[in-house]
């Protein structure tokens, strides 16, 4: 009978190899948490970064593509909505006799002033348009 018991005993695992157990495995979770609430953080940034950028430089083509027959008109824009909570500034700036300067900036609206703030700006990007004819 004794070496019945002394099996029962060596089967399992104790409430001291589990508490170890448990708490090594907390010890390995937490900066694997920290690692993953960092990722996600840093996809939601450059997300809001890609889509900037896509919407920036749909403006600007589509500046480049009315700068063909209306050369003479100002491109400038404050402040223009595009999409959802994005807003669009244009600089239209005379850089010659029939050259011109165009920024396009483009953020989200974080704090919902329906202004783009410094801060807010995500993606800049400028080009030259010349007089085509």
Do not use: C
Not at 51 to 60: D, F, G, R, T, Y
Not at 99 to 117: A, K
């Amino acid at each position: 009978m004794r070496k019945t018991r002394r099996r029962q005993r060596k089967e399992g695992f104790t409430l001291t190899e589990v508490v170890v157990a448990s708490l090594l495995l907390v010890i390995a979770i937490v900066p694997i948490l920290k690692a993953l609430t960092s990722a996600h953080v840093s996809t939601a940034i450059i997300e809001r970064r890609t889509h900037s950028l896509i919407l920036a430089q749909a403006k600007l083509d589509e500046i480049k593509a009315r700068s063909i027959y209306h050369y003479d008109e100002s491109f400038a824009a404050v402040n223009l909505p595009l999409g959802d909570s994005y807003l669009v500034h244009v600089e239209d700036v005379p850089a010659g006799a029939d050259l011109r300067e165009i920024t396009v900036s483009v953020g989200q609206d974080l704090n919902d002033s329906r202004t783009l703030q410094e801060d807010e700006i995500e993606v800049t990007l400028s080009t030259y348009l010349a007089r085509r004819w």
